[in-house]
T-cell receptor, first 115, second 111 residues
Framework: SQTIHQWPATLVQPVGSPLSLECTVE??????LYWYRQAAGRGLQLLFY??????ISSEVPQNLSASRPQDRQFILSSKKLLLSDSGFYLC??????????????FGPGTRLTVL | QKEVEQNSGPLSVPEGAIASLNCTYS??????FFWYRQYSGKSPELIMF????GDKEDGRFTAQLNKASQYVSLLIRDSQPSDSATYLC???????????FGSGTQLTVLP
């Protein structure tokens, strides 16, 4: 069965500091990968999605970037955090073969607080 | 702009009642429709998906899709306090690779 991991689970960072969040998927090959942010009491905002290694699309222009160095690894980064970067960061994956390639499955999330 | 709309709630129902959650979407070419449940402080978990017009049942959950009217709904029968959560509707619109999520409806089931 497939499993998705995210770390860290929680993070408190000062404004202007760098950020690196990691997501890995087990039990599948060549998944589509997604990064979302959910601000407190708000819906999901798609930040990036990737259909393969080094194939990443950005949905929202901002100070965040994403990389996919390996097939099942997705990293979200920032060089300098802003207060507005606080939120719940969710990684998700969807299969690229089989019955329901649209279905996205979410990791446990990283709660980021920027002070 | 392509949108997915949900009533934010909160929606309160007594234990044992049917909870009805609704979602409308703007793109008539939408293909796939999903319902997720999100407990407070947790990540969304998939409840079910539906692709074709009509009803799809899975245990106490029934998804209903009406493409002509551009809405999808989720019925929860015999609601339990453990069903108290925010329910997110998601739609794959047209040829998009990704899903568009609604802002969610908060459901409270009262004991």
């Amino acid at each position: 069965s497939q499993t998705i991991h995210q770390w860290p689970a929680t993070l408190v960072q000062p404004v202007g500091s760098p950020l690196s969040l990691e997501c890995t998927v087990e039990g599948t090959s060549n998944p589509n990968l997604y990064w979302y942010r959910q601000a407190a009491g708000r819906g999901l905002q798609l930040l990036f999605y990737s259909i393969g290694i080094d194939q990443i699309s950005s949905e929202v222009p901002q100070n965040l970037s994403a990389s996919r160095p390996q097939d099942r690894q997705f990293i979200l980064s920032s060089k300098k955090l802003l207060l507005s970067d606080s939120g719940f960061y969710l990684c998700a994956w969807s299969p690229t073969s089989g019955g329901s390639t649209d279905t996205q499955y979410f990791g446990p999330g990283t709660r980021l607080t920027v002070l | 702009q392509k949108e997915v709309e949900q009533n934010s709630g909160p929606l309160s129902v007594p234990e044992g009642a049917i909870a009805s959650l609704n979602c409308t979407y703007s793109d008539r070419g939408s293909q796939s429709f999903f319902w997720y449940r999100q407990y407070s402080g947790k990540s969304p978990e998939l409840i079910m998906f539906i692709y074709s017009n009509g009803d799809k049942e899975d245990g106490r959950f029934t998804a209903q899709l009406n493409k002509a009217s551009q809405y999808v709904s989720l019925l929860i029968r015999d609601s339990q306090p453990s069903d108290s959560a925010t329910y997110l509707c998601a739609v794959r619109m047209g040829s998009a690779r990704q899903l568009t999520f609604g802002s969610g409806t908060q459901l409270t089931v009262l004991p």
